[in-house]
Nanobody, 125 residues
């Protein structure tokens, strides 16, 4: 079983950048597809980006394509989300998530049984 700890959130002005990190422990990290989701107040948790266990395959929500980049370092057991050109609508709590071992990545939050505690990202206008 994998445990996840999110970090890197903060307050940034519109147009700025942040880099989120998620550190994993337990399990064989490279066997887990990973994803980032976010949840704004009063809204459903929504998909942001996902990456396969090897890192060879990624996919993104349309709202963040071209601005956010997901990556992973299997040796360090980390997954990151580089967020550029941030906008106020990106304000949310961001969560990293892991699939069960050897599963493909998905944009469906129900596909992910393991979650980090979340990190707040606030973008001011």
């Amino acid at each position: 079983q994998v445990q996840l700890v999110d970090s890197g959130g903060g307050l940034v002005q519109a147009g700025g950048s942040l880099r989120l990190s998620c550190a994993a422990s337990g399990g064989t990290f490279s066997s887990y597809a990973m994803a980032w989701f976010r949840q704004a107040p009063g809204k459903e948790r929504e998909f942001v980006a996902a990456i396969s266990g090897s890192g060879a395959s990624t996919n993104y929500a349309d709202s963040v394509k071209g601005r956010f980049t997901i990556s992973r370092d299997n040796a360090k057991k980390t997954v990151s989300l580089q967020m550029n050109s941030l906008q106020p609508e990106d304000t949310a709590v961001y969560y990293c998530a892991a699939t069960t071992p050897y599963s493909s990545p998905s944009s469906n939050k129900d596909w992910y049984p393991y979650w980090g505690q979340g990190t707040q990202v606030t973008v001011s206008s």
